[in-house]
């Protein structure tokens, strides 16, 4: 349930690392906490941010949640269909549902593989 191909933030975005671009969503795990999602607010193209920095907010029917950034860097293209289908996250949290691009600054840092992401969930699921 939780792709080997990406990298994971412990506040529960996903990153794909291709070159310099990084493609930025929220995890399986956090779309499922949220429920179905009504809202998403997402930064500017052009916008930038540090690691760990808020860029952004979902919300649903359930609860509000503020997203990280899990890499610095400058904002390169955002998600746009998701403005009218913020349900594409619930339904492809890994694929149509991804939120935004950037264009890395420096090397990612403190970012998890797959099996340490697992163990994160694990942890606060119980």
Do not use: C, R
């Not at 792709?3 to 412990?10: F, G, R, S, T, V």
């Not at 990153?15 to 969503?25: H, Q």
């Not at 998403?40 to 760990?52: I, K, M, R």
């Not at 955002?78 to 890395?104: A, H, Q, R, T």
């Amino acid at each position: 349930m939780i792709p080997d191909d990406l990298l994971y933030a412990k506040s529960h975005e996903w990153v794909l690392i291709e070159g310099d671009i990084a493609t930025v969503g929220i995890t399986d795990f956090a779309q499922e906490q949220l429920g179905d999602l009504t809202f998403v607010e997402l930064p500017e193209v052009g916008d930038t941010f540090e690691a760990g920095s808020e860029m952004g907010s979902v919300e649903s029917v359930k609860a509000a949640s503020e997203i990280y950034s899990p890499v610095s860097g400058e904002v390169i293209e955002v998600n746009e269909s998701l403005e009218d289908n913020p349900e594409k996250v619930n339904e492809e949290p890994y694929g149509d549902g991804w939120l935004l691009k950037f264009k890395i600054k420096g090397t990612p840092e403190g970012l998890l593989d797959a099996d340490e992401y697992a163990t994160v969930v694990e942890s606060e699921a119980h």
